[in-house]
């Protein structure tokens, strides 16, 4: 079946980095997007950014401009995330999440999530 | 941005009776191909969001047909004709007409 699964949960200091990973099984890698999206403690989910799996590509929204890059390695079937310059607002779950190109845009399935906890 | 409004932001159900989520986007989610791209997820404790319902109307594969969504344009409304235990969650609407995808703030759905 179609499946995302992620990286386990980080802990890491402001101004670090952190790097998460989404490992697609079950379909053609290449022929879907991957978006990533977060979700703070007891908030709403917010849109982060997305990759063209088969040619890499990626749009980011503005709020996280410069501060994450989302790359894909096709041989792993591999999605990454990185946030850099982490502030304790970034404590979240984030999760990845399958999108078709075209058509109905619909997230579909989603990562299980990683909690990143960012703490001095 | 366009920002998704959703009303209520919570709701305590008996079972067995209805159950209704309005979602107003400060934009038009009508594409001119005709869609509309509003879409219903739940997100049950402890899980990621799944997919309810897409493109405002559309059920999609194995919700149970309780669950509709109805609406176009910038008024959407998800209903539940019979709430059940394992309809527990909170409930968002998002919309993908454009970037940067944005979600509604949720609705807590509790039963009584």
């Known amino acids: 079946q179609v499946q995302l699964v992620q990286s386990g949960a980080e802990v890491k200091k402001p101004g670090t980095s952190v790097k998460i990973s989404c490992k697609a099984s079950?379909?053609?890698?290449?022929?879907?997007?991957i978006h990533w999206v977060r979700q703070a403690p007891g908030q709403s989910l917010e849109w982060m950014g997305w990759?063209?799996?088969?040619?890499?590509?990626?749009k980011y929204s503005q709020t996280f401009q410069g501060r994450v890059t989302i790359t894909r390695d096709t041989s792993a079937s591999t999605a990454y995330m990185e946030v850099s310059s982490l502030r304790s607002e970034d404590t979240a779950v984030y999760y990845c999440a399958r999108v078709p190109y075209y058509g109905e845009l619909w997230f579909d399935p989603w990562g299980q999530g990683t909690l990143v906890t960012v703490s001095s | 941005d366009i920002v998704m409004t959703q009303t209520p932001l919570s709701l305590s159900v008996t079972p067995g009776q209805p159950a209704s989520i309005s979602c107003k986007s400060s934009?038009?989610?009508?594409?001119?191909?005709?869609?509309?791209?509003l879409y219903w997820y739940l997100q049950k404790p402890g899980q990621p969001p799944q997919l309810l319902i897409y493109?405002?109307?559309n059920r999609f594969s194995g919700v149970p047909d309780r669950f509709s969504g109805s609406g176009s344009g910038t008024d959407c409304t998800l209903k539940i004709s019979r709430v059940e235990a394992e309809d527990v969650g909170v409930y968002y609407c998002m919309q993908s007409k454009q970037l940067p995808y944005t979600f509604g703030q949720g609705t807590k759905l509790e039963i009584k």
């Open positions: 990759v063209n799996a088969g040619n890499g590509n990626t």
């Open positions: 079950g379909y053609t890698f290449t022929t879907y997007a």
């Open positions: 934009q038009s989610l009508l594409h001119s191909d005709g869609k509309t791209y």
């Open positions: 493109e405002a109307s």
